[in-house]
């Protein structure tokens, strides 16, 4: 099967654009899920989608969003960024997103904002 | 709530040696405790998973990790590192009745020199 897969792999924006990144999680899989990763905070969850429904949230502002398809795909929006926002952005999916299902990645989109 | 600490940000190992990359948890009930790896710029690469059953896990690329409740800890081992091998490592763990969304540890970095 084929991996979890992120579009696009880099992005640079300015401060105040908004960014969209795309992620298509295995075959099959039907829970995905986001993180953000920077060097001092390390793996952030951001939130999680199941059968196109939001099932858990982390601790991040409005500003970040995300959706779910009717085929599993899944994509995040981050609007008015910020330079902090600056992060390698991870999805990850697993079969159904239970315990103890196992997530796997994909290589992430590495966002840098100026 | 579950928790997991990876005590070492930098682990040094000699080609040929073994290695160890240490983690300690702390859940409310049972564990579920992953490794992960990760190369620069890259997504992270399931190494292997302890659910129930054997304490010695084995996983991919020659790794294996012993799961020690009465220590809570699952430390990574493998017998002889490889240059290869050098990456960063992160343990992460789930709680049997409690979240979905797994918690990383901040990772430990691996380095081998020849």
């Known amino acids: ?114 | 709530a579950q928790s997991v600490a990876q005590p070492e940000d930098q682990v040094k190992v000699a080609e040929g040696n073994p290695l160890t990359v240490k983690c300690t948890y702390s859940v409310s009930g049972n564990p579920y405790l992953f490794w992960y790896v990760q190369y620069p710029n890259r997504g992270l690469q399931f190494l292997l998973k302890y659910i129930t059953g054997d304490n010695l896990v084995k996983g991919s690329y020659g790794f294996e990790a012993e799961f020690n409740k009465s220590q809570t800890s699952f430390h990574l081992k493998k017998p002889s590192a490889l240059v290869s091998d050098s990456a960063l490592y992160f343990c992460a763990v789930r709680d049997e009745g409690g979240s979905y969304i797994p918690t990383f540890g901040r990772g430990t970095s691996l380095i081998v020199h020849p």
């Open chain 1, 1 to 114: 099967k084929a991996g979890v897969t992120q579009t696009p792999r880099y992005l640079i924006k300015t401060r105040g654009q908004q960014v969209t990144l795309s992620c298509s999680p295995i075959s099959g899989h039907r829970s995905v899920s986001w993180y953000q990763q920077t060097p001092g905070q390390g793996l952030q969850f951001l939130f999680e989608y199941f059968s196109e429904t939001q099932r858990n949230k982390g601790n991040f502002p409005g500003r970040f969003s995300g959706r779910q398809f009717s085929n599993s795909r899944s994509e995040m929006n981050v609007s008015t960024l910020e330079l902090g926002d600056s992060a390698l952005y991870l999805c990850a999916s697993s079969e159904t997103g239970q315990v103890p299902d196992t997530q796997y990645f994909g290589p992430g989109t590495r966002l840098t904002v100026l």
